[in-house]
């Protein structure tokens, strides 16, 4: 089987097709390099601490519900939390209906300003969940499996 | 072995070759979906986190992968059309471009209807999901600018181009999940390594993702029939063959 | 029978998901079968013509 074609003129036309799109998947990509952040669609904690993000200005925050972060105000529908990249945190404050899979120690994305204090408050709450899926059976014996490891180191057997 | 692929690049054996092979492939097709559709609907059992809406999965993933995998078959078709001039593949090419069309809409329709009550949005404009629309796009752009074109053979040449440069879209679909941060989240199956999916529910997302790539085979040699009826009516072939099958 | 149609809840983002592709897939393969049936009568028609007139 030959792979290249014998004809001199079909030569050129496929040498031609690989350069077009060698030229134009590198313009791409250096287009999607360039406008990286961009693209991105949330700062983590760690960034936003490290003034990354823009001030005064409407952007994403990105990371995981700190667990046992979680408190609702029963008076006006106020909600607490804080937004975890495992390094750093930053509280955020959010009024209004949380999507269903909104949980602790699950991922979140919410929109809104930095305040001066430091205190994210959100416009939108978003939940963003990982890609592992199974019954809840296992899902019972994986944590069981984990506090039994724990327990056992703890106790140092 | 060799010389029954190059018999197949002429339009009157393949149309033979399709005729006998498309009621295999569509009863084929048919009782793959309904395992797929028992096992994902029924058997499957709920999610940990998402309850029974991550159903939706044995819709929308297969419908991603397939808009993806359509892409590369029609940009190859394109290709071999452009350079060896083999009107075989500019009918596969024209055949696909609907298909995928079709493939791309399903996964984004899906995707948004999980997405709401899952994430909250309808909608984001992340990574994954723009580069996906682009994905759209691509093929509307692509049966466009066939029905713009009157001569054939120019407008083969010109969509075949449109969909090789479209090409560079299909890794940024793949990847935007793991180069950017997006809503989305990452890959759940992965060609190499364990997938983050417990086997009970997996194996109804490969059986509805094997009865999507048969569905495929089955309406892309459909179509190819149509078109080759369409462009070899007059024909010694086409009416000796149509006559001959009215006795 | 019921709890399969609920859905958990999620009934009104599960089955018009797959309503849509129950209508999409059906009518990709509806479609190619009716176009091939117009075409092959529209071939038969034109010869018939061209044999009344030998």
Not at chain 1, 61 to 75: A, H, Q, T
Not at chain 2, 152 to 180: D, F, K, M, Q
């Amino acid at each position: 089987m030959r792979l290249l074609p014998k004809h001199p003129k079909r030569r050129k036309r496929l040498a031609l097709i690989v350069l077009m799109i060698a030229g134009i998947g590198s313009a791409v990509a250096l287009a999607a390099v360039a406008l990286r952040q961009n693209i991105n669609l949330f700062y983590s904690p760690s960034q936003i601490l490290a003034g990354d993000a823009p001030r005064n200005h409407l952007f994403r925050i990105g990371g995981l519900v700190e667990k046992g972060s979680l408190k609702r105000n029963s008076n006006n529908l106020e909600i607490h939390f804080e937004v975890t990249d495992t390094v750093n945190k930053v509280p955020v404050i959010y009024t209004g209906i949380l999507p269903d899979l909104f949980r602790e120690g699950q991922g979140v994305v919410a929109q809104g300003k930095l305040g001066a204090d430091g205190v994210f408050v959100a416009s939108t709450v978003l939940a963003k969940h990982d890609e592992n899926y199974m019954p809840p059976e296992a899902a019972q014996a994986i944590s069981d499996a984990q506090k039994l490891k724990l327990q056992s180191t703890m106790t140092g057997n | 072995m060799w010389s029954f692929f190059h018999r197949l690049a002429s339009p009157k054996h393949f149309y033979r070759f399709a005729d006998r092979l498309i009621p295999w492939l569509g009863w084929s097709t048919l009782i793959t979906f309904i395992i797929g559709l028992y096992l994902g609907l029924i058997v499957a059992p709920t999610d940990y986190q998402q309850g029974e809406s991550y159903r939706i999965i044995y819709i929308h993933v297969p419908a991603a992968w397939m808009s993806m995998f359509v892409y590369v078959v029609m940009a190859i078709a394109g290709g071999i059309g452009l350079i060896w001039k083999m009107k075989m593949a500019d009918i596969i090419a024209s055949s696909a471009a609907p298909l995928g069309a079709a493939f791309t809409i399903l996964a984004l329709v899906t995707g948004s209807l999980w997405g709401k009550p899952m994430w909250g949005t309808w909608w984001i404009w992340d990574a994954r999901l723009t580069s996906e629309l682009i994905l759209l796009f691509l093929y509307l752009g692509f049966i466009a600018l066939q029905s713009a074109i009157e001569d054939r053979r120019t407008a083969a040449n010109a969509c075949a181009i449109l969909a090789l440069v479209g090409v560079v879209n299909i890794p940024i679909i793949h990847y935007s999940v793991e180069w950017w941060n997006t809503l989305h989240q990452g890959p759940t199956v992965t060609r190499f390594g364990k997938s983050a999916m417990a086997t009970s529910m997996l194996i109804p997302l490969l059986t509805m993702f094997l009865a999507f790539k048969l569905y495929f085979a089955t309406t892309l040699l459909m179509r190819a029939r149509v078109e080759i009826l369409e462009r070899e009516r007059d024909t010694t072939w086409m009416k000796n063959m149509i006559m001959g099958s009215d006795e | 029978m019921k709890a399969f149609f609920h859905m958990g809840g999620y009934a009104m983002y599960v089955w018009p998901s797959y309503g849509l592709a129950l209508v999409i897939l059906l009518w990709n393969v509806i479609l190619p079968m009716q176009r091939k049936k117009w075409h092959i009568a529209s071939i038969k028609r034109r010869l018939r013509r061209a044999q009344d007139e030998k």
